[in-house]
């Protein structure tokens, strides 16, 4: 697998790209600390991490995102080991690991951006509330990008809070000249909603911001897309990205197959930890 020019390959994808196409990175696992941790909103924790370890770091996608490995229950860690072929050797069983997105990378200042939703008893969520400034996290990827074109006119972005932070850094980065509707769907409750609404954003003409919530326990997010006004615009000329809880994504996949190009990932699965998409 060519794993070479990552940065050259996915700009070139986003410049003139006609569809979706993967770009592997070179993988290798960084030690880096923890210079910042601020909540972001109520339910979000922003982890900084920063260091010359992150130098040669490569992200290039929205939605790069990170394996952090996670302490044993006794405190001990078991890491992978780089290899040739610029991948990971994993021990086996594999140790306990979570996936986050790169939601900030900044090659100046070698500092990454990690952002966290908070749910009590999660593995990851526990961890990152008690970590401290100083102290060590473990990085694994990421393994490449998922790359679509930024040459449309327009972007629909269709979102839970775990793949708001992908959408934000996707607002903040893609051309200025396209126009954005995110639709970010709650779990229902109005804490969530309020939470989701404080998320900070970066301001630009035209993004449309709506949120919408599961009605009889299921998701309504493909209804909420489908009403958008996407009729008076040329679909050949939009994308569609859409990401969060598995099953919740069924239905938008297809109300837009064979209407619009679109990407989809799974970034968790109600039941399931650690979910492999």
């Not at 940065?7 to 290798?28: F, K, L, M, N």
Request: charged share 25%; with cysteine; proline share 8%.
């Amino acid at each position: 697998m060519d794993r070479s020019n990552p940065r050259e390959r996915v700009a070139e994808q986003h410049r003139t790209g006609t569809g979706t196409a993967r770009v592997p990175y070179p993988i290798t696992i960084r030690t880096a600390p923890v210079v910042r941790k601020e909540y972001v909103t109520e339910r979000m924790v922003r982890l900084t991490v920063g260091g010359e370890e992150l130098t040669g770091f490569h992200s290039y996608q929205a939605d790069d995102h990170v394996r952090i490995v996670l302490p044993e229950p006794d405190g001990s860690l078991r890491l992978p080991t780089p290899r040739e072929d610029l991948m990971l050797n994993w021990p086996r069983p594999m140790p306990p690991t979570r996936k986050y997105t790169v939601r900030r990378w900044d090659p100046a200042t070698r500092e990454i951006d990690l952002d966290f939703v908070l749910h009590r008893g999660g593995l990851a969520s526990t961890w990152v509330e008690a970590v401290g400034i100083g102290e060590d996290v473990h990085l694994a990827g990421p393994p490449g990008a998922k790359t679509f074109p930024h040459n449309r006119a327009h972007y629909v972005f269709a979102v839970d809070a775990t793949a708001l932070p992908a959408a934000a850094r996707w607002i903040e980065e893609s051309p200025p000249d396209v126009s954005v509707q995110l639709v970010v769907e709650t779990d229902g409750s109005e804490a969530d909603e309020a939470a989701l609404r404080a998320y900070p954003l970066a301001a630009r003409d035209g993004l449309d911001v709506r949120f919408c919530a599961p009605r009889d326990g299921a998701s309504t997010l493909a209804d909420t897309v489908a009403a958008l006004p996407l009729r008076t615009m040329d679909l050949s000329r939009t994308f569609l990205f859409a990401a969060g809880e598995a099953e919740s994504l069924r239905g938008l996949r297809a109300w837009s197959k064979g209407r619009l190009d679109a990407l989809f990932t799974g970034y968790w699965k109600r039941g399931v930890a650690g979910l492999e998409d």
